[in-house]
Nanobody
Framework: VQLQASGGGLVQPGGSLRLSCAAS????????MGWYRQAPGKQRELVAG???????NYADSVKGRSTISRDNAKNTVYLQMNSLKPEDTAIYYC???????????????WGQGTQVTVSS
């Protein structure tokens, strides 16, 4: 199983980015999916999460500016970020809690990270 994240880049303050993360491999089912971020010198933190049923939760720092969504048919999770601020600069990691084919229990998988830099 692999998670491939994409969509990061350099954007000016006030701009927008859309991150994508596709899970591939022998997947039986995907439970929770989410996005985390880690800025230099800081711990990794949850940005947003979404359940298999579509319930979402957000960090207070991005609430109202970001939208997480998923396409279950494509095993893909998205994070639309608007009104970006310099403090949003970080490496963004996607996460999926899933059951792979041939296993009984779910495990957490991580993508490789995508850099988001907000700067003028």
């Amino acid at each position: 199983v692999q998670l491939q994240a994409s969509g990061g880049g350099l954007v000016q303050p006030g701009g927008s980015l859309r991150l994508s993360c596709a899970a591939s491999g022998s997947i039986f089912s995907i439970n929770h999916m989410g996005w985390y971020r880690q800025a230099p010198g800081k711990q990794r933190e949850l940005v947003a999460g979404i359940t298999s049923g579509g319930s979402t939760n957000y960090a207070d720092s991005v609430k109202g500016r970001s939208t997480i969504s998923r396409d279950n048919a494509k095993n893909t999770v998205y994070l639309q970020m608007n009104s970006l601020k310099p403090e949003d600069t970080a490496i963004y990691y996607c996460n999926a809690n899933l059951v792979s084919s041939g296993w009984r229990y779910p495990l957490d998988y991580w993508g490789q990270g995508t850099q988001v830099t907000v700067s003028s």
